[in-house]
């Protein structure tokens, strides 16, 4: 009976998540708008809210410098992921405004504002093709040179080529020939390929084998560099060199600085620290 609702819950909360999207308001466009210079963030006084929903955010400001790393951390449902839907403008905001490079990103062409945005989620979308056209989502048009070259920053090369018929195997629906860390792998090969200065990561909360992981985590690096990135943190001891860390609960911005800066305020941060490490130890 419990593993029934459970499903119940599951579909209930999946349909509520698909109706915000299907009855969402059409986001206006700029067609002619304005390309920004540069690649510095800026959240300036936010009032956005769900419909039919208790999560809002009220008068919410933080500033994010070009090339240099932003953690969002915070328990499920604090706002983390909110954050950078509105700064791909799946939503809008209710009041105030978003900046890219000095200007509203509501005045940029669409088209524009996402050329300058990189994802890598943890729940990779993958196709029933071959791993070359799954690479090739990153760009449009790019060469099979291209794709490998992507390939090798992103640690899968090696894995393709092992293969009987290398970029040509086809991975099945959603990718089901492979590994979750390789899932992971070939979404940051479509980053490289194509190398927008902003990019948005959500780390994976799944386990993955220790080769996987230092293999993501080594091409994850490399992906960050020269870049502005904001990482939706869910471990906090993989965010310690992030240049700040903002801390949410339920829309709010609660804390804000350096790692080793929020563990001396001994505040929310520090019980969400204790309590990973506590877990993890």
């Known amino acids: 009976m419990e593993q029934h609702y459970m499903y119940y819950v599951s579909a209930v909360?999946?349909?509520?998540?698909?109706?915000?999207?299907?009855y969402a308001?059409?986001?206006?466009?700029?067609?002619?708008?304005?390309?920004?210079?540069?690649?510095?963030?800026?959240?300036?006084?936010?009032?956005?809210?769900?419909?039919?929903?208790?999560?809002?955010?009220?008068?919410?400001?933080?500033?994010?410098?070009?090339?240099?790393?932003?953690?969002l951390v915070g328990e499920s449902g604090s706002g983390k992921t909110t954050i950078?839907?509105?700064?791909?403008r799946f939503y809008d905001v209710h009041k105030g405004k978003i900046t890219l490079g000095g200007t509203d990103i509501r005045d940029i062409p669409y088209d524009e504002l996402?050329?300058?945005?990189?994802?890598?989620?943890?729940?990779?979308?993958?196709?029933?093709?071959?791993?070359?056209?799954?690479?090739?989502?990153?760009?449009?048009?790019?060469?099979?040179?291209?794709?490998?070259?992507a390939a090798k920053k992103a640690r899968i090369h090696d894995f393709i080529m092992s293969l009987p018929k290398g970029y040509k195997t086809d991975i099945g629906e959603n990718g089901g020939i492979l590994s979750g860390g390789q899932r992971q792998r070939i979404s940051i090969a479509r980053a490289f390929l194509k190398d927008a200065p902003i990019l948005i990561l959500d780390e994976m909360t799944s386990n993955v084998d220790p080769v996987n992981e230092l293999l993501i985590?080594?091409?994850?690096?490399?992906l960050a560099k020269n870049r502005?990135?904001?990482?939706?943190?869910?471990?906090?001891?993989?965010?310690?060199?992030?240049?700040?860390?903002?801390?949410?609960?339920?829309?709010?911005?609660?804390?804000?600085?350096?790692?080793?800066?929020?563990?001396e305020q001994d505040g929310y941060y520090t019980k969400l620290w204790k309590a990973q490490y506590e877990v993890s130890s």
């Open 13 to 22: 909360d999946s349909y509520e998540r698909l109706s915000r999207i299907l």
């Open 25 to 71: 308001d059409v986001i206006p466009d700029k067609v002619n708008g304005i390309v920004p210079q540069d690649n510095d963030i800026a959240f300036e006084n936010i009032d956005f809210s769900y419909e039919k929903d208790e999560f809002k955010m009220e008068n919410l400001s933080f500033s994010i410098a070009e090339k240099t790393m932003t953690a």
């Open 84 to 88: 950078t839907n509105l700064l791909l």
């Open 114 to 149: 996402l050329d300058r945005i990189s994802i890598v989620m943890q729940n990779v979308q993958l196709f029933d093709n071959t791993i070359e056209e799954n690479i090739r989502v990153g760009k449009k048009g790019a060469t099979k040179e291209e794709i490998i070259k």
């Open 217 to 222: 985590q080594d091409a994850i690096t490399e």
């Open 228 to 263: 502005t990135v904001l990482v939706v943190a869910h471990h906090l001891k993989t965010i310690q060199k992030a240049d700040q860390i903002l801390v949410f609960q339920k829309g709010n911005l609660l804390e804000k600085g350096k790692h080793r800066e929020l563990l």
